[in-house]
Nanobody, 116 residues
Framework: QVQLVESGGGLVLPGGSLRLSCTTS????????MAWYRQAPGKQRDLVAS???????TYADFVQGRFTISRDDAKRTVYLRLNSLKVEDTAVYYC??????????WGQGTQVTVSQ
C-alpha cells in the first residue's frame, strides 16, 4: 500500500520559516519524481516545487527563491524548506509522487498558516 505522510506544518509569523517533510512507504522512492502542491481555501491546487530522480529541482514563479525542495532517497523522504513566509503562503501543502509525469499518490496534506 502506497502511503505519503506529510508533517511540519504549523502557525508562523510573516517572515518566518518552516520545513515540511513527506515520508513515503510502499513505493521504490528512488524511482519517483516528487512534488509539493498547495491549496488555499476556495482556490485550485497549485504546483509549488518538484524534484526529479536526479535531484533536479523546479519551482513555481511565486516561490521567488524563498523555498527549497530536496530529497533523501535513503529515508524515502522529500522536504520543502519554506523561508520568508508571507500571509499569502497560507494553504494546505500536499506531497505528490509521480512516475513518467503521472501522479501515483497524494498525501493527506499539512496546514501552513502565516499570520500575525
Amino acid at each position: 500500500q502506497v502511503q505519503l505522510v506529510e508533517s511540519g506544518g504549523g502557525l508562523v509569523l510573516p517572515g518566518g520559516s518552516l520545513r515540511l517533510s513527506c515520508t513515503t512507504s510502499g513505493i521504490d522512492f528512488s524511482l519517483y519524481d516528487m512534488a509539493w502542491y498547495r491549496q488555499a481555501p476556495g482556490k485550485q491546487r497549485d504546483l509549488v516545487a518538484s524534484v526529479d530522480t536526479d535531484g533536479e529541482a523546479t519551482y513555481a514563479d511565486f516561490v521567488q527563491g524563498r523555498f527549497t525542495i530536496s530529497r533523501d532517497d535513503a529515508k524515502r523522504t522529500v522536504y520543502l524548506r519554506l523561508n520568508s513566509l508571507k500571509v499569502e503562503d497560507t494553504a494546505v501543502y500536499y506531497c505528490n509522487a509521480l512516475v513518467s509525469g503521472i501522479s501515483v499518490a497524494w498525501g493527506q496534506g499539512t496546514q501552513v498558516t502565516v499570520s500575525q
